[in-house]
């Protein structure tokens, strides 16, 4: 784990997160009296409309947001390092073993970055657990645990648009060795675009697309990143495709030539 973080480093980030944990329970009280407004500090911050989905749905965007872009920026140099072996043996170690690792220390630093939006998330809404069996039979709309189900979906979202990520930027690194900050940017390009199929195999048949068109389009939105709404639930049958895809690909391209040796004996 050496590899993709010192331990001080991971001592520091953890340090800085319950800090901010610290002051994100010292600062926020609750929702006002009116519900449409937030107290900060002792201060009421009017928003003009009912604060608790309007505060579950920013933090939830918040998560679906910053979870991904650490688990990607915090194990891609790494790990692309590792994909740059000497030998092809390494680079496909690199591949198993290092895309594991490099999501586990993303894992790590993810959710302990999201201490201090957990923290603002009891203070605005309650403890999920308590509330979880006492209102275990009300409607789901109308309860306080409603929001922690899409904070928890958001973070589950997150998780699997980062490993997304990851594979993605791991293959577009072995086309693009020079820049492997190209590699993120089409990385996430790649999952903005999805935007496009995803939309095709939803409401294709509502505007009478041939049938072949769509099949194209649900395959291909599996493949590539899928961005969803951070309240959406995961469709865990398009996931080994979706995981499986960037996998592949950056095996057959581990097939070719490439790598320090390739460049020692090229010079």
Known sequence: ???????????????????????????????????????????????????????????????????????????????????????????????????????????????????????????????????????????????????WKMIFQADLNALVLGLQLLLWTSALGLILKSNRGLAILGAYMLAEANKIPAWIAEWGGVIELPKAVIKGASFLSHVLPMQVLPSDKLTWSAVPLGLGAPLLLAALLLLLPGGKAAKKSKA
Not at 78 to 94: A, C, H, Q, V
């Open 1 to 147: 784990m050496d590899r993709f973080g010192s331990s001080r480093l991971r001592i520091v980030w953890a340090l800085m997160s319950l800090l901010l944990m610290g002051l994100a329970l010292g600062a926020i009280q609750g929702f006002g009296s009116d519900g449409n407004s937030l107290l900060v500090f002792g201060t009421s911050i009017p928003l003009g409309m009912d604060a608790r989905p309007y505060a579950s749905d920013n933090l939830g965007r918040l998560i679906y947001t910053l979870v991904p872009a650490v688990i990607l920026l915090g194990g891609i140099i790494p790990l692309g390092d590792w994909l740059g072996g000497n030998s092809k043996g390494e680079r496909y170690k690199g591949l198993l073993l290092g895309t594991g690792l490099a999501f586990l220390h993303g894992l790590f630093l993810s959710q302990v970055a999201l201490l201090p939006i957990f923290a603002a998330c009891i203070k605005l809404f309650g403890n999920p657990f308590a509330q979880a069996v006492v209102q275990a039979a009300a409607d789901a709309e109308s309860t306080p645990i409603a929001p």
